[in-house]
Nanobody, 118 residues
Framework: QVQLVESGGGLVQAGGSLRLSCAAS????????MGWYRQAPGNQRELVAD???????SYADAVKGRFTISRDNAKNTVYLQMNSLKPEDTAVYYC????????????WGQGTQVTVSS
């Protein structure tokens, strides 16, 4: 059973920083992309950033220049460094992995709350 466990969320003032981590446990093979999504109350879940197996990254326009995604393949872990946080970044953040050898599956973390106060 594969589980993604997130950590690093919390309460921070506007302009502050947080670093989210998401580690996979269990038997997971051939991870392709890793990503971070977020969902604010009343909104749909949206992609924040993702990173491919060869390190190519993409970001939502709202976070470009402020957030950085990275991965450690040896640890099956993805990170999201969030700087210059704004109140509108407040949301539950979810990590997501796409992995599998013969067939690809999407795995999701349980979510971690990020709250940015003004």
């Amino acid at each position: 059973q594969v589980q993604l466990v997130e950590s690093g969320g919390g309460l921070v003032q506007a302009g502050g920083s947080l670093r989210l981590s998401c580690a996979a446990s269990g038997r997971i093979f051939s991870i392709d992309s890793m990503g971070w999504y977020r969902q604010a109350p009343g909104n749909q879940r949206e992609l924040v950033a993702d990173i491919t197996s060869d390190g190519a990254t993409s970001y939502a326009d709202a976070v470009k220049g402020r957030f950085t995604i990275s991965r450690d393949n040896a640890k099956n872990t993805v990170y999201l460094q969030m700087n210059s946080l704004k109140p509108e970044d407040t949301a539950v953040y979810y990590c997501q992995f796409t992995a599998g050898i013969f067939r690809k599956y999407d795995y999701w973390g349980q979510g971690t709350q990020v709250t940015v106060s003004s």
